[in-house]
């Protein structure tokens, strides 16, 4: 008979390989493909996963400009990922996704000076941001949808000209955190005073971006170009440290990055099977994780609440946004 020591002593090995393997670790997307010739445009590539892809990219060989608002801070990673993949093609730009008069400026910047753009990577995003915008919405759903948002058609021109000679794919971090509940359209307009309002406004934005993935889908029927959302898995990044916290707020986010959270080269992997792989450009619109497509609560598959925030989301960018859209 086996001695109780013995089975807890299993136990033990088969949890700790289950946590290293499962939990702290996830797949690795591994290609031979070469990206020299193209060009990436990925927001919020300065830290955390954005940077990680950032450096994946670059090491298959492609011209990587890295767009996000604290430039001091993006050339330091544009010198990390040099030295990290041997690319010197590697270019930062300066970009406020709060600020839709940044985002115009940036994207008319962008469009005189860039030739291509093969890969666009809505990346950046934000959860504990207080505060509302000019324009009356929390400054979480600006960042995380409505400037994703405004960025994308403000470049569409450049990426519908490019499909014309090479594929475009245009992929926007969304997360598993949309599942926090059906999409509210109402508290968009309201400012968080809590850690958990915080969680179900950010919620909600990666809902929003899982919607404008779908939307957008539809628009580039017959063009050469797909897009995706993405979950990039529980990750360790700044992004929970957007606005001021408490020192018991660190420790609680200290013990969940310890022994629960995966390093950013996990949280890149899914989003460059989405940008590299040949066969998920037939699963254009759609949410993934793991590497792999997922199925989406039925509430993240309301076509109504999709157009209905389309709509509501061009009634807010449209001073900035182009005649057509």
């Not at 940077?51 to 670059?58: D, H, M």
């Not at 993006?74 to 730009?93: L, P, R, T």
């Not at 939307?215 to 360790?236: M, R």
């Amino acid at each position: 008979m086996l001695s109780r020591k013995f089975v807890y002593l299993v136990f033990a090995v088969l949890l700790a390989y289950y946590w290293m393997n499962y939990i702290k670790r996830g797949p690795i997307y591994k290609t031979d493909k070469r990206l020299d010739g193209k060009t990436v445009l990925i927001t919020g590539g300065n830290v955390g996963v954005g940077k990680a892809t950032a450096i994946e990219l670059a090491k298959l060989g492609a011209k990587v400009v890295i767009a996000s608002r604290n430039v001091q801070k993006s050339q330091k990673a544009k010198d990390e990922i040099i030295k990290e993949s041997g690319n010197k093609n590697i270019h930062v730009m300066k970009l406020d996704l709060g600020d839709f008069s940044s985002i115009k400026s940036f994207a008319q910047k962008f469009n005189k000076e860039e030739e291509n753009l093969h890969y666009l990577i809505n990346n950046a995003g934000v959860t504990h941001l207080r505060g509302l915008t000019d324009y009356g919405y929390n400054r979480i759903m600006a960042i995380n949808h409505f400037g994703p948002f405004l960025l994308t058609h403000l470049l569409m021109d450049k990426m519908k000209q490019q499909s014309k000679t090479s594929p475009v794919r245009i992929i926007n971090l969304s997360s598993a955190a949309y599942m926090f509940g059906q999409f509210d359209f109402e508290i968009m307009h309201e400012d968080s005073d809590s850690w958990y309002k915080d969680f179900i406004i950010y919620g909600q934005s990666k809902l929003a971006n899982i919607y404008f993935t779908s939307e957008l889908n539809k628009t580039l029927e017959g063009i050469d170009i797909t897009t995706y959302a993405v979950h990039p898995g529980g990750i360790k990044s700044e992004l929970g440290f957007n606005g001021p916290i408490g020192w018991s707020s660190h420790l609680i986010h200290l013990v969940i990055s310890t022994f629960f959270l995966r390093e950013p080269i996990y949280g890149a992997q899914t989003t460059l099977y989405c940008a590299l792989d040949d066969n998920v450009t037939q699963l254009s619109g759609n949410y993934f994780g793991e590497t792999t497509m997922q199925a989406l609560k039925d509430f993240a598959k309301d076509e109504a609440v999709g157009q209905k925030l389309w709509q509501e989301t061009i009634k807010v960018t449209k001073d900035y946004l182009p005649k057509e859209v």
